[in-house]
Structures are given as structure tokens and as C-alpha cells.
């Protein structure tokens, strides 16, 4: 069962995902509102996906993807950024994001692509 | 000279006679015997020498002792001289004379009177001429009893003679010019001589002048009395105003030339430049002056005419007072100022002059050496111009445009600059002015696309989650109720119009800040109304709202941002079907327009019309149509930044509308030649494609960077149980995914970042692992060579975007089946 991490200073988002995620089927749903942490929750519990916000007061999703350059390609992990600002789609795939979705969103299409990155990610792997 | 030519001979032929002889011959005869000025040699009957006064010692050297009764005084005489005068003599007289003292003394002997010039020769072989005065001495019966020869050293007058004949030509030749007037008057002043040139000059004849009149009577007066005046200053003597005043200089051994207006006959007049020179005797005696004269008109007047210019440039350049134009030196000093300089720097002439220029610049111009390097430069290339900050004399700056020339001599010798500056203060003011308000107005527009832009990102994210839990809601388990789902309904379309206002104000935000960007391209007119057909026909639907669409026979391509014009279409298509009538329609027509080869695109609607007055608010942002009545929604902005978006693709929108009949909208593009790219293309099947149940799931890789076009094809292949999708966001990820996974078809974008789909399409085919896997290229590139360019590198198929469904899939399956028929083949 594929582990995912949602990052977002907003409590609302984070449940609106994990809500709609677990109810596609997922299990192994965590999340966090500190963006700090995210690279030593990953280093510890190596996600196969995470879900990152881009705009966090404390530590945008930029320096959050930054921080995972390190230890990403050791432990692989795919990010779909979620983003309300459709301008950073280029900058944040060029900053290692593998893919971009725009809020607000429809939740069929989190879903969708969910599920097509992390078929990509587990092929990759292979 | 004077001698005493008779001497009256002494009584007899003795010594003591001949003395006492000697002595009466009187005291001139005393005073030349002992004059050192005079050689006095005196001999007997036959030449020898008897006496040899001192005056003979000093011009011969000899000492009498060493001639008195050995030598006659031919032995001291040039021997040639003495044949050649005894040769002359023997002529003259008709006698033979025996070259000797003979020749000397013959004449005086037949007692003629002798006085010749000679040539001695000194003891130290050295000679001179002399001029000699020879008389015979007698006793009382008149025989002669010895010669007295008395001479004198002739060298000066000698030297003086051939000086004055080497003179005498050039003399002669000013003399004797009409250029040069030549007066010489006694040592009065009174005229005695008066050449042609003077004749010609002043109109007198010489007769006319000579011995009646001195210089100053043809000079004008009041500068003859003006000279007298001046020089009596400056010489500390009182100088009678008349001759003297011309002279006074000359006769004092000062070289003297001057300018002087001369008076002709007839009373005109004319200037003249005169040199005067004294004239003297052997003493040094004054005995004249010769005046010579030039007449300076023409060059006094080609002076005048020159003064006349220059003055007149001068006071030209002096009262311009617009801009200052100044001299400097060649190291910078101030060698002019006009009114100008002193209105716009402040500095009074006597003030700046001499002064570095250096002064009009700030200390940090000052300190960087930019004064100097300005000179330079103007030297370098003749001329530099300058614009900058300049100090006036009160400290206060002002804003200058400078223009350095540099200025050379006929040599090339830097002899200074001129330098013209422009107070540019005021207009600069008013340009700093109107660049702040148009900066100030471009910084405001940009704070408010700002705000907007960032006012819309903070809207969607509480839109995220109202939106988000609405959806969450609506598909919840167990199912809502009926009256939940109508509230729900409620909240997901208030929401989702939210974000469509949204959208639309970052849009007009982002077109006014000119920040948004536009990729004009030809686009197939038909797939873009297809595409807006099948995205709009649910609304249309759900409103009971009949849509019409035309038939194309030939495909119009336009020029036009794909993306831009669909939002434009939607636009006008969701506007039509929103302010329609119940059971109404929507008329889509294209029809080619003679004017400037452009297509229009028109969407008539069957409803309520509009009035002129609403018409003319259509397209200013914020005039919603129909908010009174407030029984649709609408945001008011989308025809405002549908207008400006085909104004970006070059286009043109219009509205024409009857009250009570409809409304027709309409937009008109260029056209561009159509393309050559098969059939017309059918709306989109978008039903589930049928598989074969029990078919082996094959993998399909996209490699693509937009997620858009990501999220297309992620529920096309969501409709084919058969396939399983992967994607890569670049080239690189693209063929290392491709390696591990190994897919059964790749689809590739051409664009994308790092390597291109063409870079990344030869490394899978150069590798054994990937080489036999089909490639299909999907391109939002539709240029015929770029395709044929795709082709050629290898690609399987190359599709253009947007995506046609039927074309896609059929491409899909054919992919898959010759990877099939590989396989079989190799496993065969």
C-alpha cells in the first residue's frame, strides 16, 4: 500500500484530501501543517508520494522540495504540487516537482492523478 | 685734403738746407710731419729715403732707422703698381720712365702737381692702399734736392666705397621704385630728394616740394602733433610737433618705423607706414633723413573689414543669452564669456576669465577627473557632447547639455575649445515630471495587477476547501438526501462561478500589466469550435437552449492564440446561452469577409436584444448586463477581456442586436492559407471505447511537461480498461522510465524542457533496450516541415494538438499491434 504525505499550513485542505484520498482507497494517508518537517518524516517513513502545498508562510513548497533534494534520490519519493497560483506550474515542475495541480480542484481529477503517479513512481522503481 | 702744394725751395742742397727748407713749410707742414695720421717719408735727389716720420713707422712698421739712406719708397710700393704706373707715365708724358722711384716721383720732379693712389706694402708684407701726395723739394736755384711723399691709410674710405657699391643696387632699386615713396631731406628737414614713388603717392611733382617744404607738412597735422605729444612722454623732451616729431627717434640712432596718414595734393588722404633712417657724413654728423614710405590702405582696409567681422561676431557671440558659449584655452581656462555664460552660470566675465573650467562641474565630476577627460575627448574626435549635472557660481546645480569643439590652427596645433552649454534644467524638469507621473501610473497599474493577481490566489484558497467539501459532500456515502443534494447544487455553482470571476479578473489583471503572453499561430477554425461544442453543450442542455453549428466545406485557418480564442468562444457561447429566451437558440456561423482576408466568427442568440445605449457599456468592465434584474449571473468582465484578447490576436470584436429579436456577437481574425492536413475533422467521439474482455493490460508512457495536456490523456486512456498510463515530465525522466518499465507505446511532446522529444526519441532508438518500442509524437507544432522533420527522425506517427479522440486511439491500437506482431515474431 502506497504511503502518501499531505503538506499544507491549512487544516482545511488537509482534510478535504485526506478525506477525498481515503475514500479512493487509501490507507496510508499522513499529513503535516509544519513544512520543517517534512524532510525528516520523509527520511523516516519514506513516502511514495507527497502532496505539497506551494504557498506556506513559514516554508514555502519551493524550499520544502529544495530540502528533499537530498535525501530523494536515496529515497524516491513522487510530488504532486497543489497549487492556487496556476503561474509557478513551470517553476515548480523545474524545482522537482513531478507534476501540478491548480486549486481549487475537482476531486475525481486529485484522484486520477494520484493514482497515475504513483503507477509511474512504482514502474520507475521496478 | 689740403696741402701745401708750393713749397718754397730751400737756399741750397745741403742737409741743414733741406731741414730748414722742411721748417719753413710751416706749422701744417709741422703737424702732418708729426702726425701719427700721416706717413711723411722724404728722400734725397735720387728717392733715398732721408726722413721717416712716425706716423710713416705706424702704417708701414718699419722703424726709421731700418729705411733712412738703404730703401727709396718704391721698394715699399706694390712692384706691379710701380711698372704699371711708370707704363702710364711713359704714355702720358711721351717719355720713357723707368719703373723705380722714377715712376713715383717724375711728375713731381717736372713739378706737376701729384697725388695718386698706391698700394704699400708693410714690413710685415701686409698691405694697404694709401692715397700719396708727392712734392718736389728745391733749393734756391729751384733744383730739385729731394721729394716729400705724404700719405695716408686709404683702407676705410676703401671699405666704404665697396660697401656703397655693393648697397648702391639695392638703393638704387628702392629709390628709383614707384612702390616705395623715398624722400630724403637735409638735416632740417627740408625735402631734397623725392622719387617717382612719392610722386605717385602723394601727386606732388618733385619740383614741386624740393627745397620748399619738409615731410611734415604732407602729414596729417593733428597726428603730427599727436606723435610730438607721445614721444616727448616717452623720451622725457619736450618734441616741437613739425619735422622733428618724424625724425626726433631717427636722429637719435632709434630705429624708427611708424604709421602715418599722408596728405596728397588734392587734399586726400591715405595711410602709410614710413621708416625713417638718419643720414650722416664720415663724422657720424646728421646731414638728412630718408623717409620710405609704403601706402598701407589696402591692408588698413582688408584690417578694417577684418576688425569689422570680428567685432561683429564678437558682439554676436556676446549677446546670445540663450546659451553660453565660451573659449577655453587648450588647458581648459577661460579665454571668453558671453551673456549667456554669465545668465545661466552666474559668473561675470572679469570674474571666470582665466579660471579652469573645471569649476562649473560638482566635486565628484571634479574629483573623477571628468573635466579633463571631457577636453580629451573633444580632442580626440574633434567634438563631445555631454549631458549632466553643471555648478552656477551660487553653488546651485543645473542640468546642461554640453557640446565641446575642439579648435586647431592651420598646422593642427590644438590652440583651445569652444564650448556651447544649454541650460536643459527646465526641460528636464518637465520630462523628470512626466517620466515620474508615467512611471507613478505604471507602478500604480502594476500594484493593482499585483493585488488582483495575488487577491485571486488568496481567493482560491478558501474557494479550494468551500468547493472541495461541497464536492465531498455530494459524493458521499451514504448519498445525500434530496434536499442536501439541492443545497449542495447551491454551493458548488455559486462556487465554481466564484472562481470563474476570479479567473476572469486575474485575466484582465494579467492583459493590462502586459504580462499576459500570446503565442499566435495558424489554428484550424473547425477543431476549435468542435473542442468549445462538446465543453458547452452540457450548459446549453441543462438550459434547454438549441445550439447551431456550421458546416465547413473548406477548413478556415486564422491567425490566433488557440488557448485565447476558445476562452473567447466559451465566452460568447455561455453568454448566449445564459441571456436567452426559454426554448430559444444559438446560431454559430463563419462566413470569409473581403475586407483585409479575415474570417467571422459570429454567435446569435434568440434573446431580449439590447438597447443602443447598453451596447456602448458592453465592453467596459464591470457594466454587467441584466444585473437589475439579477436573474443570471455573470461576471461583466468576460466580454472585457474577451475584447482585449482579440485585440492581442490582431482581431476585431463587434456586437450587433435588435430589442425583442436577439443579439449577435462577433469576432473577426485573419486568415492564413489553410494547411494541408487531411479531412476535416468529426466532433469528437467521446464514449467509452469497447476492449476485448480479457485482454493483457499494456503500458502506455506520456512524456510531457503540461499538465493539462497530462490530465487529457490521463481520462482518455481512464476510458480503456486495457491500458495503464505512466508519465514522465521531461526527456530525461522520460527515457530512464522507458528502460525500467519498459511500455508497449511511448507518446512524446517535442517541446520540452531540458532535452527535446526529437533528442530524447534518437537515445531510445540508439538503445537495444527501447529501440523496438513505438514512438508516437504529439506536438502542438503543426508546421507541414516540422512534421515531415518528425517523421523523418523516426517517430512512429506525429499528432498535432489538440488532440483528435478518434485519431488518437486509432494510432494507440496500431501501435499496439505491430509491438504485438514484433513480439510474436521475435518469441516465434
Known sequence: MPRILIVDDQLTNVRLLEHTLRRAGYEEVSSTLEPRNVAALHAEHRYDLILLDLQMPEMNGFEVMAGLQAIRAENPVAILVLSADLTQVKEALAQGADSFLGKPFRLPDVVDRVELMLKTAAATRR | ?828
Open chain 2, 1 to 828: 685734403m689740403t696741402l701745401t702744394r708750393t713749397v718754397r725751395p730751400p737756399p741750397d742742397v745741403s742737409d741743414v738746407q733741406r731741414n730748414a727748407a722742411l721748417l719753413k713749410t710751416g706749422a701744417l707742414q709741422d703737424a702732418i710731419l708729426s702726425s701719427a695720421n700721416f706717413s711723411s717719408i722724404a728722400t734725397d735727389e735720387k728717392g733715398v729715403i732721408q726722413l721717416f716720420n712716425v706716423g710713416a713707422e705706424r702704417m708701414l712698421g718699419y722703424q726709421a732707422s731700418d729705411v733712412i739712406d738703404k730703401i727709396t719708397p718704391a721698394d715699399i710700393s706694390d712692384p706691379d703698381e710701380v711698372i704699371a704706373r711708370a707704363a702710364a707715365l711713359s704714355l702720358e708724358l711721351d717719355t720713357p720712365i723707368t719703373p723705380g722711384f722714377d715712376a713715383l716721383a717724375f711728375k713731381a720732379s717736372r713739378g706737376i702737381e701729384d697725388i695718386y693712389e698706391l698700394t704699400y706694402i708693410r714690413k710685415d708684407g701686409s698691405r694697404f692702399p694709401a692715397i700719396v701726395s708727392v712734392t718736389a723739394l728745391r733749393d734756391a736755384d729751384s733744383r730739385v734736392i729731394g721729394y716729400l711723399l705724404i700719405g695716408t691709410d686709404n683702407t676705410a674710405r676703401k671699405e666704404a666705397e665697396e660697401a656703397l657699391l655693393k648697397a648702391g643696387a639695392l638703393q638704387s632699386a628702392i629709390f628709383n621704385s614707384a612702390n616705395f615713396s623715398s624722400i630724403a631731406t637735409d638735416e632740417k628737414g627740408v625735402i631734397q630728394l623725392f622719387n617717382v614713388g612719392a610722386e605717385r603717392m602723394l601727386g606732388y611733382t618733385a619740383a614741386e616740394v624740393l627745397d620748399k617744404i619738409t615731410p611734415a607738412d604732407i602729414s596729417d597735422p593733428d597726428e603730427v602733433v599727436a606723435r610730438a605729444a607721445a614721444l616727448s612722454l616717452e623720451l622725457g623732451t619736450t618734441i616741437t610737433p613739425g619735422f622733428d616729431a618724424l625724425a626726433f627717434k631717427a636722429s637719435r640712432g632709434i630705429e624708427d618705423i611708424y604709421e602715418l596718414t599722408y596728405i596728397r595734393k588734392d587734399g586726400s588722404r591715405f595711410p602709410a607706414i614710413v621708416s625713417v633712417t638718419a643720414l650722416r657724413d664720415e663724422a657720424a654728423a646728421i646731414i638728412g633723413y630718408l623717409l620710405i614710405g609704403t601706402d598701407n590702405s589696402a591692408r588698413k582696409s582688408a584690417e578694417e573689414k577684418l576688425r569689422w567681422t570680428e567685432e561683429s561676431f564678437r558682439l554676436m557671440v556676446e549677446s546670445v543669452s540663450d546659451y553660453a558659449i565660451v573659449m577655453l584655452d587648450p588647458e581648459g581656462c577661460v579665454a571668453s564669456w558671453n551673456t549667456g555664460a554669465e545668465r545661466i552660470k552666474g559668473f561675470h566675465a572679469d570674474e571666470i576669465l582665466k579660471r579652469h573650467f573645471s569649476r562649473f562641474y560638482k566635486k565628484d565630476d571634479v574629483a573623477a577627473g571628468k573635466p579633463q577627460r571631457d577636453l580629451e575627448a573633444a580632442a580626440a574626435s574633434g567634438r563631445y557632447e555631454d549631458e549632466g549635472w553643471r555648478v552656477r557660481k551660487d553653488g546651485s546645480t543645473f542640468w546642461a547639455n554640453v557640446v565641446f569643439t575642439a579648435i586647431r590652427d592651420q598646422a593642427g596645433h590644438l590652440r583651445g575649445f569652444a564650448k556651447l552649454t544649454r541650460d536643459l534644467t527646465e526641460r528636464n524638469k518637465f520630462e523628470t515630471t512626466l517620466t515620474d507621473a508615467k512611471r507613478a501610473a505604471e507602478k500604480a497599474n502594476l500594484a493593482k495587477s499585483d493585488f488582483l493577481s495575488s487577491m485571486s490566489h488568496e481567493l482560491r484558497s478558501p474557494l479550494n476547501a468551500i468547493l472541495g467539501f461541497a464536492q465531498l459532500m455530494e459524493s458521499d456515502l451514504p448519498a445525500p438526501t434530496g434536499a442536501q443534494t439541492e443545497s449542495i447544487t447551491q454551493i458548488l455553482n455559486a462556487g465554481w462561478y466564484l472562481l470563474d470571476l476570479i479567473n476572469e479578473i486575474l485575466d484582465l489583471a494579467m492583459i493590462e500589466s502586459g504580462k499576459l503572453s500570446m503565442s499566435l499561430e495558424p489554428v484550424s477554425l473547425v477543431e476549435v469550435i468542435v473542442e468549445c461544442q462538446a465543453m458547452i453543450e452540457p450548459l446549453a442542455q441543462r438550459r434547454g437552449i438549441t445550439l447551431e453549428f456550421p458546416r465547413f466545406v473548406e477548413p478556415p485557418m486564422v491567425t490566433a492564440d488557440r488557448t485565447r480564442l476558445k476562452q473567447v468562444l466559451i465566452n460568447l457561447l455561455s453568454n448566449a446561452i445564459k441571456y436567452n429566451m426559454v426554448g430559444g437558440s444559438v446560431t454559430v456561423g463563419c462566413t470569409s469577409t473581403g475586407l483585409l482576408d479575415s474570417v467571422r466568427i459570429s454567435v446569435t442568440d434568440t434573446g431580449a436584444g439590447l438597447p443602443p445605449e447598453k451596447i456602448s457599456q458592453l465592453f467596459e468592465p464591470f457594466n454587467r448586463l441584466g444585473q437589475e434584474t439579477n436573474a443570471e449571473e455573470g461576471t461583466g468582465i468576460g466580454l472585457v477581456v474577451s475584447k482585449r484578447l482579440v485585440e492581442m490576436m490582431d482581431g476585431v470584436i463587434g456586437v450587433e442586436s435588435t430589442v425583442g429579436k436577439g443579439t449577435t456577437f462577433w469576432v473577426e481574425l485573419l486568415s492564413t492559407a489553410p494547411m494541408v492536413l487531411g479531412p476535416a475533422i468529426e466532433p469528437a467521439t467521446l464514449a467509452q471505447i469497447p476492449v476485448a474482455v480479457g485482454a493483457p493490460q499494456r503500458t502506455l508512457l506520456y512524456v510531457e511537461d503540461n499538465p493539462a495536456n497530462l490530465k487529457l490523456v490521463e481520462r482518455l486512456i481512464a476510458r480503456r480498461s486495457d491500458l495503464r498510463l505512466l508519465s514522465a515530465i521531461d526527456g530525461n525522466r522520460g527515457v530512464e522510465l522507458a528502460r525500467k518499465c519498459q511500455p508497449d507505446v511511448i507518446l512524446m511532446d517535442i517541446n520540452l524542457p531540458g532535452i527535446s522529444g526529437l533528442e530524447a526519441l534518437r537515445i531510445l532508438r540508439n538503445d537495444n533496450s527501447t529501440a523496438h518500442i513505438p514512438v508516437v509524437a504529439l506536438s502542438a507544432n503543426a508546421i507541414p516541415r516540422d512534421i515531415q522533420k518528425g517523421i523523418d527522425a523516426g517517430f512512429f506517427r506525429y499528432l498535432t494538438k489538440p488532440i483528435k479522440v478518434n485519431e488518437f486511439m486509432e494510432t494507440l491500437n496500431t501501435a499496439l499491434e505491430l509491438e504485438t506482431s514484433k513480439r510474436s515474431g521475435a518469441a516465434g
